[in-house]
């Protein structure tokens, strides 16, 4: 079972390091990351460059393709050749999924006109200018498309995402094994929930 994540630089790392950790242990997975260009590829918060082998023009096809979000978003929806490939990818895999802006890049690729979607909520209106539905709702399934909202979110939408790869009892197995039990210490994780204040600070942080 291939899984790719593509990585462009200013990516958010936890867009994709979250669900590589999860989707890693589903039996019989492997997570490859592929790049423009194989070399470094830089994180969006700058200290954490990832040494990228492949090319995503070597991959030809796989079971499920994950696009992380970031700043780099803005770089994959202005390549060309990339939503080509995204497209071609798309026509094969089992699941085509997005992390946070990630899903702007299936946007601009055609794939979501129509189609009810989430992403960050602070790029609501990027999403619907490509014709999709946005929703607030943290994971959206929509028949082999799956988005999930804000960077954190990408964890959830793995664990959904492994229950369809493999089965119920072993994503829980991963989960109890990450230890994945969120206890936050502030109830702000949504725009329903923060307040002004939080809101206008939060909006710097992109």
């Known amino acids: 079972m291939d899984i790719v994540i593509p990585l462009y630089d200013r990516f958010e ?7 590589y950790e999860i989707l890693a242990y589903v039996p019989g997975a492997t997570v490859r990351f592929v790049a423009a260009e194989p070399g470094l ?4 918060l700058g200290s954490l ?5 492949t090319g995503y023009s070597e991959v030809e096809r796989c079971d499920v393709l994950l696009i992380p979000g970031g700043g780099s978003f803005q770089t994959m929806v202005n390549d060309a ?9 798309h026509a094969g895999t089992r699941f085509t999924t997005s992390v946070c802006t990630g899903s702007l890049v299936l946007g ?5 006109e129509g189609v009810t979607a ?16 946005y929703t607030a709702e943290r994971v959206i399934r929509h028949d082999r498309l799956i988005t999930s909202a804000g960077v954190s979110s990408g964890i959830d939408m793995a664990l959904q995402l492994a ?4 089965d119920e009892v072993t994503a829980q197995a991963i989960q109890l094994y990450t230890e994945y039990d969120p206890q936050p210490p502030f109830d702000t994780g949504s725009v329903a929930k923060a307040s002004a204040q939080v809101l206008d600070l939060a909006r710097t942080l992109g």
């Open 13 to 19: 790392p936890l867009d994709a390091i979250g669900p």
């Open 41 to 44: 590829v830089q994180d969006g």
């Open 49 to 53: 460059p990832v040494h990228v082998p």
């Open 81 to 89: 050749d990339f939503l080509e490939w995204v497209r071609g990818i």
């Open 108 to 112: 601009a690729a055609g794939l979501l």
């Open 118 to 133: 989430t992403t960050h909520w602070d790029a609501a209106a990027d999403l619907e200018s490509y014709g999709a539905v």
């Open 163 to 166: 229950v369809l790869l493999a």
